[in-house]
């Protein structure tokens, strides 16, 4: 008998299984494909190591001359890139392997079938169980016209390639239609953009959307924005027909992407345990579902789909389990795009907020000393505030290594901190964090450096 089977090994669920037995459960862990899931197979993990090649090739293309380094008959191989993608996720399949025996959790190779909320099928065993945790994880979204026309890739294609297209038009313009956007136009290739919504990276603000666009559009890539695609013609090549506000455009390309979105994958078994599911399954934010013993975690329930949202839940999820009471708080998830430069955010967004009631302070990576020494000019950092009590609601940044520099910004916003308490630290010189520093002082009149 286990205390606890985690169905689906992803970031939610070996985090979930790891917690579980930190805190003295035994436990099983069920994964029918890798373990990793969809970060370390299809998702996080290969696109961050396409993107870090394809940003030292940018980066010797564009900077070496003015550092004085001679580079000469610069040109890349798809198939290097891939091996190095490869590697990248074979090793942290291996890291995940790793921590599954040394936190002694029992993982079966094989499709978990729950037979009720106590036992789950494996292969020919049966497994028995007090508690349970879904974490079957999300699929790429895919509908019609699209599914019945051929060839047409999904993220998980582009992982498979063989060849690289010479051009491509990518349908969905948020995060990883930008990212896919970020990785084949650095490769020289002719890439097409189309999003439905006013503009693309729909979820954030519009100038932190502008700033990622004109960025693209200098790397050669073509954007349609309240562009609905309404057709595909498939020939030798791809013609897609897509129409905008006032007008009709066909574009002609190699390859398309539909890069929309993912759905929550939950099959039978799973909707005949009787578990409420709305877009995806119902939980507290205990993640609990509406069964007893039964918690769900990640894409599963279709609400924020982010690996580290997946493995928070997963925390949750074990320390309820272990009789302790912990519940979700969103309120500072940072979301994080690997573009270049990249972007990350966290908390409130002005779109969403009062104008009366906010105080904005902005300022420009071109303005930073550290930026200046890496030929690197583009982007800014961003702060909201309230007007009456000065606590930081939300922090946008646009930087090379915003990515990393995001944590300020949600350090600020969890534990609601005042401009003052941030704009008091020291931050140290030349470091991209200043950009951050001169945001706060900003919303006072204060920046120094501008
Ligand atoms: P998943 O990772 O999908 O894992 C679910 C697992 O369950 C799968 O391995 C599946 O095989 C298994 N499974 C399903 N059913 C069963 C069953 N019946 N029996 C056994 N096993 C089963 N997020 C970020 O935070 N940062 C990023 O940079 C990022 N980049 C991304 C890039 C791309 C191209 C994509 C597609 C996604 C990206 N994501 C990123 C999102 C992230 O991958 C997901 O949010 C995260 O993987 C969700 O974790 P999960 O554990 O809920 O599910």
Redesign the pocket.
Known sequence: MYDVVV????????VAAIRSSQLGKKVAL???????????????I???ALLTATHLYTDIITKSKKFGIKVENISYELSGILKHMNKSIVMSRKGIEYLMKKNNIDVFN????IIDKNHIK?NDKILESKNLIL????I?AVFPPFDKIDGIWT??D?FTMKEIPESIVIIGGG??GV??ATFFSALGKKVFLIELADHILPFEDEDVAKEIKKALIKKGVKIYEKTRVKNVIKDDFYTVVAESENSEIEISSEKILLAVG?KP?I?Q?VKELGVEIEKGVVTDDSMKTNIDNVYA????RAKI??????MFE?IVAAHNIAGESMKMDYSAVPS?I?STPEVASTGLKEKDLDPEKIIIGKFPVSANGRARTMEEREGFAKIIADRKTKKVLGFTIISPSATDMIMEGVLAVKYGLTIDEISNLIHPHPTLTETILGAFEDTENLAIHI
């Open positions: 169905v689906g090994g992803g970031p939610g669920g070996y069920i994964e029918k494909e890798h373990l990793g899931g969809t970060c370390t197979n299809k998702g996080c290969p696109t961050k094989g499709t978990g079938i494996v974490a079957h994880g999300s790429p993220s998980d582009v995060v990883i990212e896919f993912r994958y099959p078994d975690i990640g894409d599963i789909m982010l690996a580290h949202v997946a997963g994080i690997f």
